[in-house]
């Protein structure tokens, strides 16, 4: 069968899209390919077709068990032989994989990497005919990477076991040096690169100043995203119970995902997500990787991410489906310093805390960056592109000043209070002094007397806490992590004492700007909905009602019956015929087979 009868009688897709075709045929024909694209892009689709071509089965390596599990699914619900080997099967059900495995009976098999290495499995394999290996999650093999697995570093073995085997791996985040390690660890020299534009132009980008974290986090979920499914960052685990806490005060269905929660407790929240509307889960990085629900509408940052891999790998995991979906950041002076202490603090070598320091400095010139956040964001992987219109800063320009003067004062108020007391101070402390606070500290230690006391009163702290971040930012002064948070300055901040060098600043403003998110109509579907007549609407919700309950019965995620995307296309059609139907993106054959006159009769009900 050709990829594109697969592509329409299988998944339902009239066309496809990028470079989905030719990776399809490259791996079909017998060739080695590595894949970059970003999530949401359709990967799976190219490892899934060439194994439905070729003759044999197709064995994905794939990182975490939630992962298998919902692909398989949803595998399972096209009408495609599909199982899983990981250890949430008890002996009997993975001797019965086995069985099938050799009798042929599998067209895709889903594995562990640290069980596919087994003597026994790789065994296993061998007296089988394998159509293809794809490797997912690629970037994971990277000991440079942010979610470096050890597993991973074997399957370079994989092109010595099964040399006539095509091997494809994927990826949505790799950096020139992560794709470089990627090939040379997975003996991947001779594979084809295929590397698709990294843009996500359904997801809106905004980074904040981070003020008072919990209460911002609320503003931008209720301006625009209450009763949607979304994530929520944090940096450390005490933080994601506190601010699960705080949102289930305010009324939400927020739970806490970290990897000090006990298994059991950690599959129950993944679990739920996976499977309910409208559900926030807040989490560390260990949340994440093994989510495939494609409706997550918004994803939050309330404390700042390590790298721009990191970033995008996490905020990608917001509008998989390619409806509209948003991402937010709020960061302040304490996370940078926070994030400097850590790589300070690490064991690994110098040569890595060197990485990590500049992959810290590029994420925060994302952070301060005063043109167009996607431009920023693609540029980091190599990619050219215009202004988006739909950011942040495109929407809002921020304003900029020549802030050198500024700059002067506070580089002036840390020289003169660290000479006459002898010792350095923190932020707060200089900034009392600049805006004359004569407080107990302050006068105790005569700084009140100093020229530069009382020379910044016309702008507030939260202002002058701008202004530092962005003088530290840009490296003029040092924040010392192991020492209170006390400022020095660095060489950098010489020539612009001296007058020698103007210093370009975001103005800094006492309010955030008000967002331009978009307003409800309602509190769960308006996203959705907002192209839809009222019959339209009513008839998107009878149909989420009916796949809600299917999914119950099937005891599986309500998106493995049918993507939002694809029952708002039928609400926006209202096909009246199984030919019709069978015409709307995501309706296959086994899918139109299964559930065509249910969705009929939905459609039909209008009493």
């Not at 079909?28 to 359709?42: E, I």
């Not at 470096?148 to 006539?164: K, N, T």
């Not at 590029?362 to 431009?375: G, H, K, Y």
């Not at 500290?441 to 507030?460: E, I, Q, R, Y």
Request: charged share 25%; proline share 4%; net charge negative.
């Amino acid at each position: 069968m050709h990829a594109e009868d697969i592509l329409h009688q299988v998944f339902g897709y009239p066309a496809f899209r990028g470079l989905q075709h030719d990776i399809i045929e490259h791996v079909a024909g017998g060739g080695n390919a590595l894949v970059l694209m970003p999530t949401g892009g359709g990967k799976s689709l190219c490892y899934q077709i060439p194994a439905l071509m070729r003759e044999g089965v197709g064995i994905v390596v794939s990182p975490l068990i939630a992962l298998m599990q919902d692909q398989v699914a949803a595998l399972r619900e096209l009408g495609v032989a599909a199982a899983y080997l990981n250890s949430s099967l008890s002996a009997a059900e993975a001797a019965d994989i086995e069985r099938q495995l050799r009798q042929g009976e599998l067209k895709l098999l889903y594995v562990a990497p640290e069980r596919l290495l087994t003597e026994r499995c790789l065994a296993l394999l061998h007296r089988c005919q394998l159509a293809l290996i794809a490797i997912d999650e690629a970037h994971c093999v990277s000991q440079w990477g942010h979610d470096f697995r050890p597993e991973y570093i074997g399957l370079g073995r994989l092109a010595d076991e099964f040399p006539a085997v095509p091997r494809i791996a994927l990826t949505a985040t790799a950096d020139d040096l992560t794709r470089r390690e990627i090939v040379n660890r997975l003996a991947l020299q001779d594979a084809e690169p295929f590397v698709t534009s990294f843009d996500r132009p359904n997801i809106r980008y905004r980074i904040i100043e981070k003020r008072d974290g919990n209460q911002q986090l609320l503003r931008f979920i209720r301006d625009g995203h209450e009763g949607e499914s979304g994530i929520v960052y944090c940096a450390s685990r005490n933080r994601t119970e506190q601010v699960a806490a705080f949102l289930q005060e305010e009324g939400f269905h927020a739970r806490a995902y970290h990897a000090g929660l006990e298994a059991a407790e950690r599959s129950d929240v993944q679990a739920a997500f996976q499977r309910e509307d409208g559900m926030i889960v807040v989490a560390t990085i260990a949340f994440g990787m093994g989510i495939d629900k494609p409706d997550v509408r918004f994803v939050a940052h309330v404390d700042l991410p390590r790298s721009i891999e990191a970033y995008y790998q996490e905020t990608g995991r917001a509008g998989r489906d390619g409806l509209p979906a948003e991402v937010w950041m709020a960061y302040g002076l304490h996370d940078v310093v926070q994030q400097r202490r850590f790589i300070k603090a690490s064991e690994a070598s110098e040569e890595f805390k060197r990485l990590q320091g500049s992959k810290l400095d590029a994420m925060l010139a994302l952070c301060e960056a005063t043109d167009c956040r996607r431009v920023r964001l693609l540029a980091y992987f190599g990619e050219h592109a215009a202004p988006c219109g739909n950011c942040d800063n495109c929407l809002s320009p921020p304003k900029t000043i020549d802030g050198t003067v500024l700059a002067q004062k506070f580089l002036s108020c840390v020289y003169r209070c660290t000479r006459a007391s002898g010792h350095p101070f923190g932020a707060q402390y200089l900034i009392d002094v600049l805006r004359g606070q004569a407080n107990e500290k302050v006068t105790a230690n005569g700084h009140d007397s100093l020229p530069v006391f009382g020379v910044g009163s016309d702008l507030s702290l939260t202002q002058w806490r701008s202004v530092v971040r962005q003088l530290s930012i840009a490296g003029y002064i040092h924040i010392d992590a192991e020492r209170f948070q006390t400022i020095s300055l660095t060489e950098a901040a010489r020539p612009v004492l001296k007058g020698e060098e103007t210093v370009r600043l975001r103005e800094p403003v006492e309010r955030e700007p008000r967002s331009r998110s978009r307003k409800r109509t309602s509190s769960t579907t308006s996203t959705l909905e907002r192209d839809l007549d009222a019959a339209g609407r009513a008839c998107f919700d009878r149909l989420r009602s009916w796949r809600s309950q299917q999914a119950r019965d099937s005891g599986v995620p309500a998106y493995v019956i049918f993507h939002d995307a694809t029952l708002h296309e039928i609400a926006q059609r209202r096909p009246a015929t199984l030919h019709a139907l069978a015409a709307v993106p995501g309706v296959g054959e086994k899918k139109l087979e299964t559930y065509g006159e249910a969705v009929l009769e939905v459609v039909a009900d209008e009493g």
